[in-house]
């Protein structure tokens, strides 16, 4: 035979190599990076329960699977009766007789292989279960602790779900070598060997047993089974299903006892008996008996009969989410309509309504501070408080960070876009209740602006970053880095990174490891890597907590906050299991949706199942050198308990928590989302009306994405009863209806307290307080869907005289024609009795690249009153009267709400003035009529002016002036009569 060249071997060897160098590369980089952020443990902990788990699967699978290989063979009958099928078989042997030894170690290592690589995904199971601790709440069905169905059910179904896949393989192994070895013949062929019916009958009772362990454990599974009624333990399950359970594991232990019969009765007859009457118990028992226990017995009496077990869940669900915090409060209607004076009181007195909406800003931040194309902020902003001037207010905040796809082609290659162009620069914030005159946000910090004192304004790690840059450099050598632009047009101020952050790579080691993960030869060949150089990867703040905590669930939106001197990111951290007994199992993916997440870039949508969820840790990451710190919030959780054992205390404790950072917690998006899914049934605790479902609520539609949830909002309320306001996130409801067309009323508002104070070590009592309005079907006000429709059809005329448009035409006219028009967040207030909105209008061109929006006008809606303006404080005056600080300007230079009265007023003057104008609207619109020889529309005109006119004589008489009073035509005429001149106009005012 001609001998093999070295090409093939050298390949195979070479494509090893790689493969291993690859993975090495990852290990130690990951070794390194844990180390950098000082959560080596973590590391450590996770893989060696991971390498121990593989370990264990593959030795019990590998070797299972061989020792029943080899005692097959070793126990292979000497002389093999000579029948056809023998014969047949007997080629088989021959074939196999040269790979057996091979076969022999591949089949159980391959088999190892598989299994152990299935079992490492179980490591958080087991960590759980070994760290496992009591809840202090029972099971109403077993009488178990809670603690039992979240840390222990799971790692036992584990167990006998890879021990049944064990034996199997084990069986299957030993009967295909005893069949082909001729020990195991099939019924009617000839006797087969006291060794075959030792060994399988052994193994198949073994596997029976399993399975009677697996059916007893069922029992327990189904308090957390997700049925069409509820999640829990029904009727039919407390009746029907555990007993049969019960007996199907009884049969399958006497399944065990007819396998090991087999091998004194020399016959496969009894355990084929027994695996038979074991199937058709579980049809019979298992399905069949529980379908008609619940089709005649419970679907006649439902509603009683569940009532226990609704209760159980609504109990259950209630403790699970946080539902029992909940404080209801009953909307009263006063008995006497309130003044106006009053209801202007109630409206000013809230503390700063935020128009500017952080969901449609974004771009007005980038065009306003965007500074170069290269600069970006996130399409979703965020709302934090600050104090300035010693008042608290509320902002819409954001950072700049690096955008890699705004620079030119040209100029996109390894050195700049890993080594020059590492880092954004700048902390921007708005004033959320304040603009400028031309709508614009009101930054008071960011750029020239400095009202937050001194801090780290660099962004090396954030939701924008790029994967990876290499950064730092000797003392006195170049500065690479792009930092920010320079003073005089065109030139930039570069820097060299000086943080402690990310993992030195100076040793050809380290630039070997990184080579190789990132597959780039420049870790080598550009001299921009030096022996001071480090490298950042791994850089948005939910990766980095995710890596140092992968026991977690993050919050779909984090957000920075100037902390302590630096930029912090904060993530929001959640313990979560699908374990707890009879708790309603929730999609996160679903509850956690909405029209902000669905279009954001950088907002997140969780995805699994759970009936259980704590906000057990608040987290931060430093914008500047990526450390991250894990703070335990909700301290009594058990899981959070568990994993700080399992992972050696990486959690720090609340008293960790400085003031400053304290001042900028607040109550997760997520969360409430998940909160607000469940309270749309939930709210009714009653197991009757539960059944029944005749009260369900439901989220709103965004009413300008009508496939997707209103967002969440933040803003500061006070509800019914409560004399102070606090800073809060709110979420309405509306009635669940079946039909495109339901009558959507508000039902319910739901209010949780997110200001968490501002002492260190100690958050605010009533943070994270629920309380929910709940509105009388037959008094409740209109829901977000009616207020849209109010607002898109009102002709009520803007508070500022200089605009002639209804609020209807205005939409439309600034809807088209180059113009795109974008309703802001719809801002909920409960006001005696009634309910206040305020929605900020947003216009800006809909072409071009420096299309922005702009805060054009505000809409306030009372009952079924809607006024608007250019400002809120003009868009209250239209609903409640004038006030006593209104001064009769146009100029919103800062729009406010609670006490600021930076909006001008329109006093008689402007109401006259308006007056005036609308007389010249209709007086034109009747000359454009006649010109169309359109005599109805000129008949309206005609009553629009003398309307009109009527109106502007009583204003006039009110001032002591004299109003003018062009009298119009009577009838149609040829010739238009003179329109009123300016200087009529003007003595009139």
């Known amino acids: 035979m001609r001998r093999r060249g070295p090409l093939l071997p050298t390949l195979l060897v070479l494509i090893a190599l790689a493969v291993l160098g690859g993975i090495a590369a990852d290990v130690l980089t990951d070794v390194w990076w844990y180390e950098s952020v000082g959560y080596r443990g973590v590391f450590t902990t996770e893989l060696a329960t991971k390498a121990v788990i593989f370990v264990i699967a593959f030795l019990l699978t590998a070797g299972a699977v061989a020792a029943s290989l080899v005692v097959a063979f070793r126990t292979r009958p000497i002389y093999v009766p000579v029948t056809p099928a023998q014969q047949v078989l007997e080629q088989y042997r021959q074939a196999i007789e040269p790979l057996r030894r091979v076969a022999l170690f591949v089949v159980p290592g ?16 087991y960590l759980l279960w070994a760290n496992r601790q009591p809840f202090g709440t029972t099971d109403p069905q077993f009488g178990l602790d809670v603690g039992f169905f979240v840390f222990t059910l799971p790692w036992l179904r584990f ?27 099939l019924p009617g062929r000839g006797p087969s060997t006291r060794a075959a019916y030792v060994h399988l009958g052994v193994v198949g009772a073994l596997i029976a047993l399993t399975r009677a362990g697996s059916y007893w454990l069922d029992r327990y599974s189904l308090s957390t089974q997700k049925g069409s009624l509820l999640t829990g333990i029904t009727y039919t ?14 049969a399958a232990i006497m399944c065990a006892l007819f396998f090991l019969a087999a091998i004194w009765s020399r016959s496969w007859r009894l355990p084929i008996i027994g695996v038979g009457l074991l199937v058709v118990t579980a049809v019979v028992a298992g399905t069949i008996y529980p379908a008609l226990i619940q089709s005649l017995r419970v679907k006649p009496s439902e509603r009683s009969l569940e009532a226990t077990y609704i209760e159980r869940n609504i109990k259950a669900t209630s403790s699970a989410f946080g539902l029992d915090r909940v404080e209801r409060i009953e909307n009263t209607v006063p008995a006497t309509a309130p003044s106006e004076n009053t209801l202007r009181s109630g409206a000013e007195a809230i503390p700063g309504v935020r128009v500017i909406d952080p969901n449609v800003v974004a771009p007005t931040f980038r065009q306003l501070e965007g500074e170069r194309d290269f600069y970006a902020f996130p399409d979703t902003l965020d709302v934090d408080r600050y104090t300035i001037d010693g008042r608290v207010n509320d902002a819409v905040v954001a950072v700049r960070e690096m ?82 632009p320079g003073s005089s047009e065109g030139s930039s101020v570069n820097n060299t990174y000086g943080g402690g952050g990310g993992v030195a790579i100076g040793s050809t080691l380290r630039k070997l490891a990184y080579a190789v ?4 030869a420049n870790f080598f060949l550009s001299n921009a890597v030096n022996s001071s150089s480090r490298i950042l990867d791994h850089r948005t703040p939910q990766e980095r907590v995710e890596r140092v905590a992968p026991w977690l669930t993050l919050d779909g939106n984090v957000y920075p906050a100037v902390v302590d001197g630096r930029v912090q990111w904060i993530v929001d951290g959640f313990t979560t299991s699908s374990a707890y007994p009879n708790s309603r199992l929730l999609d996160l993916a679903n509850a956690t949706s ?52 399992a992972f050696g205390n990486t959690v720090r404790p609340i008293s960790e928590i400085s003031g400053d950072l304290m001042s900028h917690i607040r109550y997760p998006q997520d969360l409430i ?41 933040f803003q500061s309320i006070a509800l019914p009863g409560e004399e102070r306001p606090s800073f809060s996130i709110t979420s309405p409801f509306v009635p669940a209806s079946n039909a495109e067309g339901g009558r959507e009323i508000l039902r319910g508002l739901l209010a949780v307290d997110a200001d968490a104070g501002s002492t260190a070590g100690q958050r605010a009592e009533n943070f994270g307080k629920l309380r929910l309005v709940e509105y009388s079907s037959n008094q409740a006000p209109s829901g977000p869907g009616q207020v849209r429709n109010q607002i898109q059809n009102s ?22 024609g180059g113009k795109k028009l974008t309703f802001g967040n719809l801002l909920t207030f409960p006001l005696q009795g009634r309910t206040f909105y305020v929605q900020p209008v947003y216009v800006q061109a809909s072409e071009g690249s420096g299309s922005f929006p702009q805060n054009k006008i505000t809409v306030a809606v009372y009952g079924s009153n809607v006024a608007w303006g250019d400002t809120l404080d003009q868009a209250i005056t239209g609903l409640f009267g004038e006030g006593a600080g209104d001064s009769g300007g146009t100029d919103g230079g800062g729009d406010g709400g609670g006490g600021t009265p930076t909006d001008p007023g329109t006093g008689l003057p402007q109401q006259l003035s308006a007056a005036i104008g609308e007389i010249q609207a209709a007086y034109q619109a009747g000359q454009e009529a006649l010109s169309k020889s359109d005599f109805t529309a000129y008949g309206e005109a005609q009553k629009q002016l003398s309307a009109a006119i009527a109106q502007a004589d009583e204003l006039a008489r009110q001032l002591g002036t004299t109003a003018p009073t062009p009298t119009p035509s009577a009838s149609p005429s040829a010739s238009p009569s003179p329109t009123p001149s300016a200087s009529t106009t003007a003595s009139a005012g």
């Open 673 to 713: 989302k998940i909160q607000r899914d469940l309270l749309n049934e939930y709210h009714i605790t009653n197991p009757d009306d539960f059944y029944t479902g005749n009260d369900r609520w439901r989220v709103p539609r965004d009413p300008s994405l009508s496939t997707q949830d209103i967002p969440v909002v």
């Open 594 to 645: 909405d029209s902000v997440a669905n279009r954001s870039n950088v907002v997140q949508v969780r995805s699994g199942e759970a009936n259980y969820v704590r906000n057990a840790v608040k987290a931060t990451v430093d914008a500047y050198d990526g450390s991250v710190k894990l703070y335990g919030w909700d301290t009594s959780d058990p899981i959070l308990k568990a994993w700080s054992q």
């Open 403 to 484: 955008n890699l796809s705004g620079l030119p082609d040209s100029q996109r290659n390894w050195i700049n876009d890993h080594t020059v162009f590492t880092h954004g620069y700048g902390f921007y914030a708005a004033y959320g209740n304040q603009r400028t005159p031309e709508g614009d946000p009101v930054f008071f910090e960011g750029g020239t602006r400095n009202n937050l004192g001194e801090y780290e304004p660099r962004i090396y790690f954030g939701e924008l970053s790029p994967s990876y840059s290499v950064v730092g450099g000797p003392a006195g050598g170049p500065t690479r880095e792009y930092d920010r």
């Open 795 to 816: 002709n009520v005329r803007s508070q500022n005289p200089a605009e002639q448009l209804g609020l209807a035409q205005y939409i439309t006219n600034n809807s088209s």
């Open 159 to 185: 167990l006998v779900s890879f021990l049944t896949v064990v034996l199997v393989l084990t069986f299957l192994a030993g009967a295909f070598t005893h069949y082909v070895y001729g020990g195991l013949q």
């Open 237 to 250: 399950d407390a009746n029907a299903v555990l007993p049969t359970k019960a007996i199907l594991a009884v």
């Open 110 to 125: 391959v088999l190892g292989l598989l299994a152990g690589s299935g079992s490492m995904g179980a490591w958080r199971t």
């Open 517 to 520: 993960k990132y597959r780039e």
